[in-house]
């Protein structure tokens, strides 16, 4: 009998993404990337070096809205994903977690977050958002 550990051939990876100053009525709207200065830059997503999977989202407010809904998704190639989905209501901080093989990703494909709202008030609220993903870089 042989044992493996699959799990040592990944590495958990966070990706940053941000919107200041969430407006309401939009829909599946690309977030922008975040670089090491806490800066949003204009690229949508990361492109992936190696296959993995997507395996959480983390979002955080930096102000709560009284009504509407927020909805976060991550997505593969600009395409959102069902799961994981984040929606905040009047929280400032959520989360959501998915089992492995729910959201594959291949070599190459761009990995990014889109968000859309209702009648959310929150539009002076700064969003953060972490989109959690394993690589597998058995191999190198």
């Given at each position: 009998?042989?044992?493996?550990?699959?799990?040592?051939?990944y590495q958990?990876?966070?990706?940053?993404?941000?919107?200041?100053?969430?407006?309401?009525s939009q829909t599946d709207a690309a977030l922008y990337t975040?670089?090491?200065?806490?800066?949003?830059?204009?690229?949508?997503?990361?492109?992936m070096p190696w296959e993995g999977y997507i395996l959480a989202i983390s979002a955080n407010l930096n102000a709560a809205a009284s009504t509407g809904t927020l909805v976060i998704?991550?997505?593969?190639?600009?395409?959102?994903?069902?799961?994981?989905?984040v929606s905040i209501s009047t929280e400032t901080e959520k989360s959501d977690y998915c089992n492995r093989n729910t959201a594959h990703f291949d070599a190459d494909d761009v990995?990014?977050?889109?968000i859309t709202t209702a009648s959310w008030n929150g539009t002076s609220s700064?969003?953060?958002?972490i989109v959690w993903v394993a690589l597998k870089i058995s191999g190198i």
């Open positions: 009998m042989r044992l493996t550990n699959d799990l040592s051939r958990l990876v966070p990706l940053y993404f941000a919107q200041d100053a969430v407006a309401d975040v670089d090491a200065n806490n800066s949003t830059n204009l690229n949508v997503g990361y492109t998704d991550a997505s593969v190639n600009a395409t959102p994903l069902a799961d994981p989905s990995i990014g977050a889109s700064d969003l953060g958002v």
